[in-house]
């Protein structure tokens, strides 16, 4: 499957600059259009962070057409990453993103394929634009050369590279529903008391007897609020171990680039679901006794601390942490998904007691002392039994989506360049179980 011609991108599509409105018109910012950011496209799930009004439509920003794709030409995320997104349906964009419109004679989805393709060239094309800024020039993107196939074999490698998108997306989706349903019933059991109202009430539970016989049928009265009788209060410090690390010396090659994962905020900043498989960055043995809490277990609770507060995930594997994370090493009353979710739900006093005059930081003493609602363990128990299946199948998605985009990452160039054609990749797919 020769590559027939190759054309530049201004040929075959226009670009469109966007903009932001005026944050001082609140009427701007009051509609249901969405409007995308570069930082809404690190992690897209084909929503947006803000939209805006009809009336913001040609007064700050524009309305790109359905069939456009996006590219982030500006920010600091240029320096490490490409971002192309779709969104399949009309949207607003800020300037720090070009709108690619394809024209008549190339489909969206083949030119959207091709472009993905291209971010490592992309990559390479950034300039700095001053403050630690990348910024991506439109005469470049412009040059980007297109490799042109008939019509038919275009099709093809846009729907074979979509239908691996569309695993990936399926799972995705899978693993939100599957963490909605652990949440829906840690918050029905510990945050509501659900089941200990409708005891009291006289109502059914609607759960398993031997399950609803762990619950009591009325409250007391604590600091706190309405305690279900026979709960107690400590706080998180007592019912898992707190751990803080710290980054050993980034100029001391002999601490870095062994087998060893090294966590930080920013591996969890662009998480799709709450577990940790892998960091950017890994330090050798060396490297790991300089970090003061040492490698911690997979199973452990990790939460940013600082810059910003409230990152959250649990790691699935052994894992060292820097100086930005409160861990949590679940030994004693309960295990790592009630904990994971106790932080989510505690998430507004987490933050309300954290300081600092740079930035806001709770400190890990701080943090222990947050008082805890401590039900029976016996109840702990049954719900991590009922909840730790969802987050293994979440993991079993998540170890299928990495494999299947690293098929896609390695078929995408070759099918581009002709190298390999459809029949092949499918092959190569069915041989790797993908």
């Not at 507004?348 to 930081?361: C, D, L, Q, V």
Request: aromatic fraction near 8%; glycine fraction near 8%.
């Amino acid at each position: 499957m020769p590559v027939e011609k190759v054309q530049p991108l201004g040929e075959v599509a226009d670009l469109l600059s966007g903009g932001t409105p005026s944050k001082s018109t609140p009427a701007f910012w009051t509609g249901e259009i969405p409007w995308l950011t570069p930082k809404d496209m690190g992690n897209w799930t084909g929503t947006t962070e803000e939209a805006v009004s009809h009336s913001a439509i040609g007064n700050g920003t524009r309305l790109a057409p359905p069939e456009a794709l996006f590219i982030a030409v500006r920010g600091m995320s240029l320096h490490n990453e490409i971002r192309i997104v779709r969104a399949r349906k009309a949207i607003a964009f800020n300037q720090d993103i070009k709108a690619v419109v394809p024209r008549e004679g190339i489909h969206p989805d083949y030119l959207f394929q091709v472009l993905v393709s291209k971010k490592p060239e992309l990559l390479g094309l950034v300039e700095s634009a001053g403050h630690g800024t990348g910024r991506l020039p439109t005469d470049q993107l412009l040059a980007l050369e297109i490799p042109r196939f008939d019509q038919k074999a275009e099709m093809a490698i846009a729907e074979f590279i979509g239908a691996l998108d569309d695993k990936i997306e399926l799972n995705r989706q899978m693993n939100e529903t599957l963490e909605a349903m652990a949440r829906a019933i840690f918050k029905s059991w510990f945050v509501d008391f659900d089941p200990v109202r409708a005891k009291m009430e006289g109502r059914d539970t609607g759960l398993a007897d031997d399950v609803a016989a762990l619950f009591p049928d009325a409250f007391d009265e604590d600091d706190v609020g309405p305690l279900p009788k026979g709960w107690t209060v400590s706080s998180i410090g007592q019912e898992v171990d707190v751990m803080g690390g710290n980054t050993p010396s980034t100029r001391d090659a002999d601490y870095w680039g062994g087998q060893f994962a090294f966590a930080t905020p920013k591996d969890l900043s662009d998480l799709n679901a709450p577990l940790l498989l892998g960091t950017e960055r890994h330090l050798t043995e060396a490297g790991v006794n300089r970090v003061s809490s040492g490698l911690l277990p997979p199973g452990t609770v990790l939460m940013s601390s600082r810059a910003p507060i409230g990152y959250v995930a649990i790691s699935s594997i052994p894992v060292c942490v820097n100086q930005g994370f409160a861990a949590m090493v679940c030994k004693r009353s309960i295990g790592p998904v009630y904990a994971y979710f106790w932080t989510l739900f505690s998430m507004e006093e987490i933050k309300g007691r954290a300081n600092g005059s740079t930035f806001a930081e709770i400190s890990k003493s701080t943090f222990r002392e947050i008082k805890f609602v401590r039900p029976p363990e016996s109840l702990s128990e049954t719900f991590e039994k009922l909840a730790a299946p969802l987050f293994d199948r979440i993991s079993v998605n998540l170890h299928n989506s990495r494999s299947l985009s690293q098929t896609r990452d390695l078929l995408l160039p070759k099918l581009m360049s002709g190298e390999v054609n459809i029949k092949d990749a499918e092959n190569l797919v069915g041989e790797a179980g993908a």
